[in-house]
């Protein structure tokens, strides 16, 4: 992971080349019934996304995606690396809608963000910003199709992750509450708009004071 991290700092491609080749290297030479293969593909795809924001190329989001997917049939049912894998494999495929504009690219990140939150326990710190990565792709995919459900699901999965969050994880509040008000602001519900910036705001004021003490 040395070189990713430092492409990390570095945004130096020869370096994320590097690394995806050394993750490839590690995926060919790990046997099928290991029980490190689904992380070293989970890392592979993992750099594979970070290779689509130099070339924006919707082959890399592909593979990516298919290295999710294959990390998906070799770890284990009871294994806690499923719900990761899953919302990592829900990141690419809204990447490749982002791209294409491809309904299917959507519902497929959606079938992915689903068992995803569904196996992350509510008491983790992750929980929130998952809900938040649901409620935004059903938000899209209500723009779409006007499907109510959608509508109704991601208003209900944006206030869960900004009421939880509070709790445990700010950082997914702000997103939350940010995704959820310009949403009611395009639609001019002006009420559900100001109780998701008002959510927004105790967030901040909640980061701020971690901050302080921290110092």
């Known amino acids: 992971n040395a070189l990713r991290n430092r492409h990390t700092r570095t945004r130096q491609f020869q370096d994320l080349e590097a690394a995806i080749a050394n993750y490839q290297q590690a995926v060919n030479r790990t046997p099928a019934d290991s029980a490190y293969r689904a992380s070293r593909l989970n890392n592979l795809a993992n750099a594979w996304r970070d290779r689509y924001t130099h070339t924006h190329q919707l082959t890399d989001l592909e593979q990516a995606s298919q290295a999710y997917e294959v990390a998906l049939t070799v770890v284990p049912t009871e294994s806690t690396e499923r ?3 899953y919302n990592n494999l829900g990141n690419a495929r809204r990447d490749q809608f982002h791209h294409s504009r491809d309904l299917g690219s959507l519902n ?9 939150l569904q196996l992350t326990p509510a008491q983790s710190p992750e929980y929130p910003s998952r809900q938040n990565n649901l409620a935004a792709a059903l938000k899209q995919r209500f723009g779409i199709t006007g499907d109510e ?58 980061l701020f004071r971690a901050q302080v003490l921290r110092q």
Request: aromatic share 10%; glycine share 8%; proline share 4%.
């Open 83 to 85: 719900a990761p894998l």
């Open 108 to 116: 497929a990140a959606i079938a992915a963000y689903e068992p995803g």
């Open 149 to 206: 459900a959608d509508r109704t699901t991601a208003q209900t999965l944006f206030l869960q992750a900004i009421t939880q969050g509070l709790e445990m994880a700010p950082e997914a509040v702000l997103l939350a509450a940010r995704s959820w008000g310009d949403w009611a602001t395009e639609q001019a519900a002006w009420e559900e708009a100001a109780t998701a910036y008002r959510y927004g705001l105790q967030g901040i004021e909640q």
